[in-house]
């Protein structure tokens, strides 16, 4: 059988390290491979697809036009976005968001206390799961600061659609926090680093590569628990795992193949 990621930019993706390192925990012969899809080829891609192929990683910018090409679980539903793509034995399809398992997962294993007020960088996909995340886990309180106050504007209003106490945050401006989600690219926040990191009990920037990021960086010298995008990859592949090969996979396995493939990059 066989599975893959599909995106564009692509060939950064850790995904293939972790899912391959899954299937040689669990024994299976599976293959899972990397593909540049872009959102006017998705539908094509799709389509063209072999019947060998069981599921699929999907990354940005893919996940909101996801949605269109399988029957969308609740989680999906919840986010209005779909990460991972499957397909039965018998043909169906149906599409998932396991980001939010993955961003809860990851804040719970570093039993961070997010019970009054986070933050969130960003106005995209993933800054939506961060906000059903932050539900889940039962923080009451959220501000969303982005470049585009009307994107910002767009997470705010989805919050308060799921009861939370939402607000737009002046961008990069810092204010008394529990957690900091950063979901853009780092470069964005690397000189508003020392301010933003003073304000917050924990980062979590979910980048990856280059790591420590500027913000995860300063939280590390101020002695602040700092989680990053592999914590998030790891853990919501967990879940993408067990619904393309219905096994179940540790976390510990996909969290060292993806540092050692970093390692290994690092050194390249």
């Known amino acids: 059988m066989a599975c893959g990621v599909i995106g564009s930019p692509i060939a950064h993706s850790l995904s293939p390290a972790l899912h391959r390192a899954a ?9 899972y491979d990397a593909h540049e899809v872009t959102e006017e080829g ?4 799709l389509a063209g697809l072999g019947e060998q192929v069981r599921g699929l990683s999907v990354t940005a910018p893919l996940k909101v036009g996801l949605m269109q090409h399988g029957t969308p679980d609740a989680g999906a539903v919840a986010v209005g976005v779909a990460n991972t793509w499957v397909r039965a034995a018998d043909g169906s399809t149906t599409v998932h968001n396991t980001d939010v398992a993955g961003l809860v997962g990851a804040i719970r294993a570093a039993h961070l206390t997010v019970d009054d007020y986070a933050v969130i960088i960003g106005s995209g996909a993933t800054a939506r799961s961060a906000v059903v995340a932050l539900q889940r886990i039962g923080c009451p309180r959220v501000g ?6 009307e994107k910002a504007a767009g997470v705010v209003d989805f919050a308060t659609g799921l009861g939370l106490q939402a607000k737009l945050a002046p961008f990069l401006m810092p204010s008394a926090n529990d957690l900091i989600i950063s979901t853009v690219p780092l470069e ?19 980048v ?3 790591w420590p990021s500027p913000l995860a960086d300063q939280a590390l010298r101020d002695g602040k628990p700092a989680l990053s995008g592999l914590d998030l990859l790891a853990h919501q592949a967990v879940g993408q795992i067990e619904l393309m090969t219905g096994r179940k996979v540790d976390v510990e396995v996909l969290l060292s193949a993806g540092r050692q493939e970093l390692n290994r990059r690092a050194e390249a």
Do not use: C, H, I, N
């Not at 998705?42 to 891609?45: A, E, H, I, N, V």
């Not at 000189?191 to 917050?200: K, M, Y």
């Open 188 to 206: 964005a926040v690397a000189d508003r680093a020392l301010g933003l990191v003073s304000s917050t009990k924990a980062v979590f920037d979910v």
């Open 42 to 45: 998705l539908s094509g891609f």
């Open 144 to 149: 969303v600061m982005a470049r585009s106050e």
């Open 208 to 210: 990856y590569d280059p």
């Open 23 to 31: 299937y040689a925990a669990l024994g299976l012969d599976w293959t």
